[in-house]
């Protein structure tokens, strides 16, 4: 069994759980498991969103087996950081026990983005679009989470 103790338990908290915080979890999981234990959450739960699911897929990640929940959902975890990804999480995040440092990196809604088109390529460019932007900040990981904190002295 891997040794969790010493790894970040990070909470990548959405609106519904349903896009941008799953694909965070889902890269987190894939790239930085050796470094992170991720987690996602949202203020509400909307349902995993299919497209975000096939996105990630598409880049070779399986979030299929995820699924929507709110913090509360997820049991007594007291985690080092919460990243909100997007700014309705980020003006209602819930408080936290313990040492949870609260930060903000934001990412555009494909589902909000992609309301009025049909399936299709158009569509399916702006969900990989934001699934590889959130890709690029997971691979920045922890050092982005840790670099704006006081040094132990």
């Given at each position: 069994?891997?040794?969790?103790?010493?790894?970040?338990?990070?909470?990548?908290?959405?609106?519904?759980?349903?896009?941008?915080?799953?694909?965070?979890?889902?890269?987190?999981?894939?790239?930085?498991?050796?470094?992170?234990?991720?987690?996602?959450?949202?203020?509400?739960?909307h349902?995993?969103?299919?497209?975000?699911?096939?996105?990630?897929?598409?880049?070779?990640?399986?979030?299929?087996?995820?699924?929507?929940?709110?913090?509360?959902?997820?049991?007594?975890?007291?985690?080092?950081?919460v990243?909100?990804?997007?700014?309705?999480?980020?003006?209602?995040?819930?408080?936290?026990?313990?040492?949870?440092?609260?930060?903000?990196?934001?990412?555009?809604?494909?589902?909000?983005?992609?309301?009025?088109?049909?399936?299709?390529?158009?569509?399916?460019?702006?969900?990989?679009?934001?699934?590889?932007?959130?890709?690029?900040?997971?691979?920045t990981?922890?050092?982005?989470?840790?670099?704006?904190?006081?040094?132990?002295?």
């Amino acid at each position: 069994m891997q040794e969790t103790k010493n790894m970040l338990k990070v909470l990548f908290l959405c609106t519904g759980n349903s896009c941008r915080s799953q694909m965070a979890e889902g890269w987190a999981r894939a790239l930085k498991s050796d470094v992170l234990e991720p987690y996602s959450a949202g203020i509400e739960k909307h349902g995993l969103n299919p497209d975000a699911v096939r996105a990630m897929a598409e880049a070779g990640v399986d979030i299929s087996r995820q699924f929507s929940k709110t913090p509360g959902d997820l049991g007594p975890i007291e985690f080092d950081y919460v990243v909100t990804v997007c700014g309705h999480a980020n003006e209602h995040c819930p408080l936290f026990p313990g040492k949870a440092k609260v930060v903000h990196v934001g990412f555009e809604d494909p589902p909000r983005l992609t309301q009025h088109l049909p399936d299709g390529e158009e569509k399916r460019a702006v969900y990989r679009r934001v699934r590889d932007e959130i890709r690029k900040f997971i691979e920045t990981l922890p050092a982005a989470l840790t670099k704006s904190e006081p040094k132990p002295e």
